[in-house]
């Protein structure tokens, strides 16, 4: 592990672009970020430790860190490994492991040439379980063959005819020499190499013993060299309370005492607080019932929770309260849109869990089980995980009961509905598993609305699509959406979301919401498709119309249609809008 200063990365970057297991670069080099049981303690007082009680019981952890951040050099920050450690001289193509020229810490040089800093290999060799490892140049140029007897030196060379792949050749002493010409194919390494099953970001020799998983090379600084899998979960009452915050932040002595007032007035909480004994006694008793109800490893559940908190009226008691969420305009005032009922949320916290990452695909529902990568090495698991909270305020909107059940029992919509459906299994089946839910119509109904609604806003309310995020809640009790911006600087509560709410905006952006989604550039195709996006999941969505950026959407870009929205030419009537 490095022990000094190298760079610096934001901490919510942490959690989404440079986790664990993630390739960072600093500079002319390249780092690997090191699991999270090789991070450093906590420093005494620091507060570095966040609380949502149903995250911790679902993920099974007694907290969350909030990961390093500090210029001090007292203490150490985020712990990274070199990686790749095979390293190249710019000036004579010398291809080899970086300790070899002798510079076993700092950036390496080649001291042949007057200090030349050597450059990390480009390229790297993957698999979809999440192992990583040095490209096979040897077994690459000797096709598949290990290195003989006679083999030596390696050395990468660019023709500098141009950027393409054939261009750089890569030979050995024994006269053998290819060019990395198809090496990036998803069968190139077929005959090569197996997958060696390195895990170096949780030690330099772990690794998992005979990997079926076919490598892959990629590039070094590609996007599907790590993807992120995070979980959430939006602050609400209880929880969201000062109260609540304040005993959340000692739970672990406090959960286990048969006698918290004594437990209390022992560590003085109340001291300072503005809370009473009795007040912080009653928090905890509240804490143990509500944590004896919940079940375990259960989304829907957290989802559910939160849908009822959005549906009730939460004012503001107090500078701790981190959810606020108030009425807004009566949805009676535009009958055609068919809002029940619009609740301001002029304050919310949202904290992100990074549970696991995958390598060449993003982790979906069907696969999460079997390709997640460990954070940490399983004999020595920490009791947390790492995570951000942010701040942000949204608005919450759900439809008419009633108009949603008449329009799903068309036997066009649940025809149409059924094909993405038939998908969505049709992808599980493939990782051999079963579809963990139904694609209904009220799902793809609301998603779809919601990305139209957040293309809408970002060109009124100040802030771009990509700083907007949706939540949905799709079940036979629950038809709403969350569209809030939750950011970890002050950029979470600029007030923009909520100003949409005033009466004369939020109907009016709504109708033009759906009028830019009756049309796209790329129609007729867009609108007549059967299947597009990733596995056949989307029909009438594209990048010209339906799409957001995939900070932005809980489903990662699919299961949407425009059709079932608006409409398409051939059935105008299957939408559950009329656009006049």
Known sequence: MTGKALGGVRRAQMITTYGVGSLVAVGSQSFMVAGIDHWPDPVEGEDAFIHEPRLERDLHVSGFRLPPASESKLRGDVPVVRFPVWHSCPESGVLTEFWR???PTGAPVCKEHDDRELVPSRFVMVCDKGHIDEFPYYRWVHAGSPPAGRCGQLRIEASGRSAALRDIEVSCTCGKRVTMEGALG?????DVTDCTGRMPWLGKDVREEHCEAPPRAMQRGASGVWFSDVASAIDIPPWSQGVQKLIARHWKALGRTRNPKDLIEDMGLAAGSGYSVDDLVRAVEKRRQTEAGLEEDSALDRKVEEYEALTRKTPEQGR????????GPDGSLAPELAVAQVMRVERLREVRVLQSFSRLAALGPADRAKRGAALYNADSRPHWLPAIEVIGEGVFLTLDQQRLVEWEQRTAVQEQAGLIDAAYRTLFASKGGEADRAITPRLLLLHTLAHAIINEWSLDCGYPAAALRERLYASDTMAGMLIYTATSDSAGSLGGIVAQTEPDRLFSSIRRALEHAAWCSADPLCIEATASGVDS?????????????????????????????IGTPEA?????????
Do not use: M
């Open 537 to 565: 999941l989307n029909l009438a969505a594209c990048h010209a119309c339906a799409l957001l950026p995939e900070t932005s959407c809980e489903e990662y870009n699919t299961l949407l249609d425009r059709g079932l929205l």
């Open 101 to 103: 020229w002798g510079t």
């Open 320 to 327: 701790a309260q981190t959810f606020v969420c108030v009425p």
């Open 572 to 580: 105008p009537d299957l939408g559950f809008f009329t656009i006049v």
């Open 186 to 190: 998803g069968l190139a390494l077929k």
